[in-house]
């Protein structure tokens, strides 16, 4: 069976930490990377989540990339009174993230179109937050919707 490839586009709090183990966990999936977007908790408190997330599942072979850290024409608005300050608060011990593993350099926007056009077989784009990496992307480059088979949000 063929592994469906797939772009989480998070913003990591409690419920995506899930959505990423889930996904990193199944045999069916092959995870081309991860973008984050601020949403639950601001960009920076996401990619360092997405940091923790991988680290803690063993994955540092999945590449994260920062995304947007706003709505494209709001403020933003956190779900600090559902995740915490953070966006992934937790009375646990600390995960503390491998030095060298980084959140890559290019941005999301950039990432999710090069990903489109690089792969022979379209590709899914899993948003679990707010759609501003994916609206950039498909602002940036609209042939990309041609490369994506499916749009699968919560």
Do not use: W
């Not at 850290?69 to 491998?98: E, N, R, W």
């Not at 980084?102 to 948003?127: R, T």
Request: net charge negative; charged share 25%; glycine share 6%.
């Amino acid at each position: 069976m063929k592994k469906k490839k797939i772009i989480l586009d998070c913003d990591p709090g409690h419920d995506d930490a899930v959505a990423i183990m889930l996904a990193a966990a199944s045999k069916e999936i092959d995870i081309l990377g991860i973008t984050c977007v601020g949403g639950n908790a601001t960009l920076e408190n996401t990619k360092l989540n997405a940091l923790k997330i991988c680290t803690l599942i063993d994955r540092t072979d999945i590449r994260i990339y920062a995304g947007s850290d706003k709505p494209i024409h709001y403020d933003l608005v956190t779900a600090a009174h559902v995740h915490g300050k953070s966006g992934l608060d937790t009375d646990g011990d600390p995960i503390f993230v491998d030095p060298l593993y980084k959140i890559q350099n290019k941005s999301a926007a950039d990432f999710i179109i090069d990903e489109c056009h690089k792969n022979e077989d379209k590709i899914y784009l899993c948003p679990t937050g707010p759609l501003t990496n994916i609206a950039l992307s498909l602002e940036k480059d609209p042939s990309i919707k041609n490369k994506i088979r499916e749009i699968v949000f919560m």
